[in-house]
């Protein structure tokens, strides 16, 4: 059906987003230097989004506005993972600042929960956003195995979703792109939407449980730092 005919950016898209989260859900304790480097590619390439996401909404990129989209987070993407892979303190706190905009972009996916009244307004939820991935970034620079776990389960199981919406088109990503730009949210969620938004929740607990199972009794994953 013509719905679902993808294009290259959206095909590549797909790919590398649910590769990098069945790394993240099921490995992140794991392979915690791949997650570094994961995690910095992903701070960065959704910064660049947001940024670019609201260039085109206010200025028009044009026909080729995704592939510019795409390019643009990339490369803002390669150049996080080097530093996170250089910046040890700085790559810790990016995986739990991850996971805190993850928890963030999920919540505000419910309508009830953005259309409460503490985050009804315009700046409440751009800073409700920041706060959860600030107070992310912190818990884990304070209790690392815990918030590293957490914070890859659901960044990873976000991830899945998302790279999965592109091929099923359950609307969740037109979701999460109008909290990002936070305008365009509909009144109601779509089925479609919500059993997307409940198969992250629940490859989140899964991920959590993998995790703990693979990751023996570790108790920090500074042994990973990038100055071994």
């Known amino acids: 059906m013509a719905e679902f005919d993808l294009q290259p950016p959206e095909i590549l898209y797909a790919i590398l987003v649910i590769s990098g989260g069945v790394v993240l859900l099921g490995y992140g304790i794991r392979f915690f230097r ?3 480097g994961l995690s910095g590619f992903a701070a960065c390439s959704v910064i660049a989004f947001i940024i670019l996401a609201n260039i085109h909404d206010a200025y028009n ?6 592939l510019i989209m795409l390019a643009g987070s ?6 996080g993972a080097a530093l996170g892979l250089w910046i040890w303190m700085v790559a810790l706190g990016a995986v739990g600042g991850l996971g805190g905009f993850s928890l963030a972009m999920w919540s505000l ?4 929960v953005r259309d409460n009244h503490w985050l009804k307004g315009p700046v409440e939820r751009p800073l409700f956003i920041a706060g959860a991935t600030a107070s992310g970034g912190v818990l884990a ?50 089925p479609k939407t919500m059993a ?12 959590i449980f993998f995790q703990y199972r693979v990751s023996g009794r570790e108790k920090s994953r500074r042994k990973w730092s990038i100055d071994e």
């Open 74 to 79: 990339l490369i803002s993407g390669i150049v």
């Open 141 to 190: 620079l304070l209790y690392e195995k815990a918030i590293v776990v957490t914070a890859t389960a659901l960044s990873g199981s976000l991830a899945i979703c998302s790279g999965l919406d592109v091929i099923v088109q359950s609307g969740l990503n037109n979701q999460l792109r109008a909290v990002i730009v936070n305008r365009g949210l509909p009144n109601d969620i779509a």
């Open 109 to 112: 996916s419910w309508p009830w």
């Open 34 to 36: 791949l997650v570094v």
């Open 196 to 207: 997307m938004l409940i198969s992250v929740g629940c490859l989140f607990i899964i991920g």
């Open 61 to 66: 990129l044009g026909s080729h506005s995704n």
